[in-house]
C-alpha cells in the first residue's frame, strides 16, 4: 500500500460526510487527486458509492465537508464537471453527433470550437460512421461510448464515472476499458472511477481508493504502478488485484 | 461503412387489412339499408341512408345550396375556421401551460388549483354564457372549441415533462444547466410523444364541440348541416354533415401523424 502525496492536487476532497437522520452513509471522507490522474474507488456493495458520486458531482449536498477544484469549491456551473452514469443516458431525440455535443451546448462552447472538438471525439472513439443515427438504432455499448464522449468532450476538470460498463458483458468491457484508457491518455483528463469489479480497477487505474462498510471511510489508497497496456496475467498485476480484494473482503 | 440501413416492409396482408376492413364496413353498410322508396327487409332509407345515396348528395351539395341554404364547401369551411381557431388557440396556450406546470412549481401551485376547478366542466356548459358573451358568431364558438382542446392540451404536456428519465436531469445538471435549459432541452423533447398524443384527442375533442356548439347556435357549418338534416327529416343530410366531419377529423389525423413521425424519428421508430 502507497500513499499519494503532491504539492498542488487538482481535486481535494475535504471531510466529505454525508447523513440521512441518525444514518451516516459517508463519514469524514479525505483525499487528493492529481491533474491528469485516472483514479478508482472500490468498495463493498452498499457502502454508499453512488451517494458518494452524487456528493461529488454536487447532485446531493453534503452534510459536512466539500470538494474543492484547483483550491476553489466545485461548482458544476464554473467548473466542467462531467459524469457517466451507469444507465444509457443518450437522449433519445438527438442523434449520435448531437448527444455528443450535449455538454459542450450546455457549457456553450463556441460554435467554431465545438464543431472541431466534436470531430475529434467522434473520430478518437470510433462514432464517426454512426453520427447520424439515433440511439435506438445503434448498441448497448454504443450508448456507453456516447455518455464517455459527451463526457470527455467538455475537457472536464473533474470526470465522475459511475460503473459505466456494468451492465455491459466481459468482452464488450475489455473493449471499452481499453478505449476509456486510451481517451484518457489522448486527453489528460481528470477521472474518477467508481466500480464494484477489482480487475477492472486495477486495469485502468493509476490509483485505488478502497473504502469500508457504511458508515464510508477511505480504508486503503493502493498505487497500480504497471505499465500499459496491462496484462491481466502478470503477477504483479495478480498481486495487486489480490491485496485489494483483501482490503475490500471484511467477512 | 460500419452500418448499413435496413427498410422492412410490411407483409402485404397486413398494409391491406386497413382498406380492407373500410371497403368491408361500407359494403355491409350498402347492402344493409334499402333504396330511397323501396320496402323490403333491410333497415329502410328513412332511417339510415345508403353510402352511395351520400355520395351522390356530396357530389350535388357541392354546387347545390338548397335546402339548408349553403353548399357542402361552405358548411365545411366554416366548421374548419371555428374548429381550427379554436384548436390552434388551444395548443398555442395550453401546451406551454402544462409544459410550464409540469417543471416549475411556481407555475404549477398558480395554475393547478383554476385548472382542476375549470377541467371537469363539460365544454357544452359553457354554451348559455358564451352565447351572453360573444353571441352565436365565430367568436362564441372559437370559445368553447378553445376551452374543450385545452383540457388534454395541459394534462398531456404537464404529464409529459413528469414522464421525463430522471437520469436525463442528473446528466444535465451534472454538465451545470441551468433549469431553463434542462426544461428547454430534456424536459420537452422527452414530452413530446404525450404533446403528440394531446394533439390526437384535442383534435377529437374539438370537433366533438364544434358540432355541439352548432346543433345548438348557428346557421351555417357542418354541425349545422346535420341539424338541418334532422329538422328536414332528411337522414341523408344527416350522413352526410357526420360523414364529413368524421371525413375531415381523420384527413387532420392522418396530418398530424405524420408530422410526429418525422419529428420524433428517434423517438418512435
Redesign the interface.
Known sequence: MAHCTTPRPKIQVSNFTKRYGDLTVLDNIHFDIREGELVSIVGPTGCGKTTFLNCM???TETTEGNIFIDGEVA?????N???V?Q?P?A?????VRQNVA??M???KFPRDELQKRLDYILNLV?LE??AD??????SASMMQRI?VARAFA?NPDLL?MDEPYGQLDVKLRFYLEDELVKLWQTLKSTVLFVTHNIEEAVYVAERIIVLTPKPTKVRAEVVVDLPRPRNFLDPKFIEIRRHVTDLIRWW | MAFETVKVRKPLLLRLLPFLSVATFFLVWEFAVSPPGVSDWRIPSTLLTRPSDTLLLAIDKLTNVNPDGATLGTHAWVSMQEAFTGYILALLVGIPLGLLMGWFSAVRGLARPIFELVRPIPPIAWIPLTIFWFGIGLGGKVFIIWISGIVPCVINAYIGVGMTNPVHIQMARTFGASDWKIFTSICIPSALPMVFGALQIALAYCWVTLVGAELLASDQGLGFLITMGRNLGRTDIVILGMVSVGLAGAVIGCIIDRIESKLLAGIRR
Request: no cysteine; aromatic share 14%; hydrophobic share 40%.
Open positions: 458531482s454536487k447532485l461548482n458544476p456551473v464554473k467548473h464537471l462531467a459524469f452514469f444507465e443516458t437522449l433519445p431525440w438527438r442523434t450535449y455538454g451546448e450546455v457549457k470510433g460512421d454512426t443515427l439515433y440511439p435506438n438504432q445503434i455518455a467538455v465522475l
